[in-house]
């Protein structure tokens, strides 16, 4: 492992902009990054998706096998022999595409099934689908939350944990919009309080297992303080289902709270290993949404491949060894982590940040990191605050101990560098 010459100053220099007037001026950063084995962005893996992956690293024309922590198929099921079966029947069955979008001829039985079968999941009557998890959270958000110019009293008000998704921000482009420092509850009580009588609806909006820090909303309390506020609560949670919960059923089910939670969102393309997101809420509302949201009216529907989501849902009851093996696994990497001195914050997921805080220093272990063959995530602003950066790891069900032991000890090599650990602070 060495260390990179590139100058940091300039790096800085160019980075820290952040604007880009012209794409030439954002062409000259992109270059600078490539010109110093910085641009590990859309690197290209010629081998399905798991805990290996064959990927052409920056400069090559051959591939490189590489450890890979980058995966949200957290349970390996887009791998899963059943979850593959199911998919080549439905195609054998529908063909590859269903044609048209849901209210001109694309609902299908399959549609239909799957709806029913997530809602049940969580215990509810009502889903609707959308193509991806992000159009799930803008979509239904976009359609949900009104401003109005001419009545400020049929405004509406999105009260959003800083720290949740991109497609949550989009949702609430165009309305009126606070944010609250994350999982911080008098900092919510707050904005519900200065909230009050102000807006027609307040919608509090949340992450269950959160993106960058892989930690989980204080969801019991904040339940408490949107019911007593007279909010309505949104809870995205993309990353929880699969993973966290007695049998998978994400946060909904370590707080038991199938029936407190206003609207589920959710996505198909991480631990259930395809791709398309979902709702839950009322009927009145997802009713709204099948009438009312242009992404889900005007958009083609999923194809037949669905199919492959309804038995990866079954196998998250019928194979739950899976989880217990994932679980294996998370704790491993983090107590090996901890023990040597990384800081991974308040993670109690699958997601792993390495905090590194500075840009330069992340960029350069995620480039150090790939040469040593362990494929990582270097995160960084505008994902998360500027002196926040960090390497984010995903953890697989089908890592083995002797992948985790080689990751371990690539840390701790690049740590002999860049003195990112405690240890060199003591
Ligand atoms: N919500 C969260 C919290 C996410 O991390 C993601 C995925 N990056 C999404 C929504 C969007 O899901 P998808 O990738 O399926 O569109």
Known sequence: IEFATASFKSFESIAGQNVYTTAMDFQEYLNFLEANGHLNYRLESHSPVGPEMDLKLPGDTHTTRCICLVSNDYLGFSQHPKVKDAVIESVQKYGTGSGASPAIGGHFNYHQQLENKIAQFYKRQNAILYTTGY????????????????????????????????????????????????????????????????????????????????????????????HRYGAYLVVDDAHGIGVVGDTGRGVIEMFDAFDKVDIITGTFSKAL?????????????????????????????????????????????????????????????????????FDVGTTASAVIPVKVGNIHKTLEAGRLLLKAGIYTNPIMYPAVAEKNARIRMNVMATHTKVHLDKVLKAFHEVDQVLKISNKHSQ
């Open 135 to 226: 159009t799930a959270n803008s979509a239904t958000l976009q359609c949900l939350l009104h401003e109005d110019q001419e009545n400020p009293s049929k405004n509406d008000l999105a009260i959003l944990d800083k720290d949740v998704h991109a497609s949550v921000y989009e949702g609430c482009l165009s309305t009126n919009k606070k944010s609250f420092m994350h999982n911080n509850m008098e900092h919510l009580e707050i904005a519900l309080k200065n909230a009050q009588h102000k807006y027609r609806t307040r919608f509090v909006i949340i992450d269950g297992v959160y993106s960058q820090d892989g930690d989980i909303a204080k969801l019991d309390e904040i339940i408490d303080l949107t």
């Open 273 to 341: 290993g395809n791709i398309g997101g979902y709702v839950i809420a009322s009927p009145e509302i997802i009713n709204y949404l099948k009438f009312q949201s242009r992404q889900h009216l005007f958009s083609t529907t999923a194809t037949p491949a669905v199919m492959g989501i309804m038995k990866a849902i079954d196998l998250i009851d019928e194979e739950p060894v899976w989880r217990h093996k994932l679980w294996e696994n998370i704790k491993y990497l983090k107590r090996g982590l901890v023990e040597s001195g």
